[in-house]
């Protein structure tokens, strides 16, 4: 495995699925995608639930992931990876609170 920010093509990387049937995307091959595509730094990456798409090569189905949730650094994030945007939803709120102290307050 490289380094996830490191220049290189965006391949995906594939392992047996959990299933038994066929082929899915590695956790490693999401986080770099994201990284390379939204310039997050890989290691901070947390996914968290995504949606599947699959193709058929050779008889064999291959699943990736299409869209995803994930957090950075405590902050929820969603992409389709043509488009990111914030997903409150998916805060770890021990990291929110430390960073709006303004919040505990009220």
Not at 3 to 18: A, G, H, W
Not at 75 to 103: C, L, Q
């Amino acid at each position: 495995m490289g380094n996830y920010n490191q220049p290189t093509r965006n391949i995906l990387e594939f392992t047996d699925s959990e299933e038994g049937t066929g082929y899915e995307e590695t956790e490693h091959s999401i986080k770099n995608r994201i990284a390379r595509k939204f310039l997050f730094n890989g290691s901070s990456i947390v996914p968290l639930e995504c949606d599947l798409k699959s193709f058929e090569l050779g008889g064999i189905v291959y699943r990736y992931v299409n869209r995803i949730n994930f957090s950075v650094n405590g902050y929820g994030y969603g992409t389709d990876f043509k488009d990111i945007w914030r997903d409150e939803a998916y805060d770890d709120m021990s990291i929110y609170k430390v960073n709006h102290p303004e919040d505990q307050e009220k």
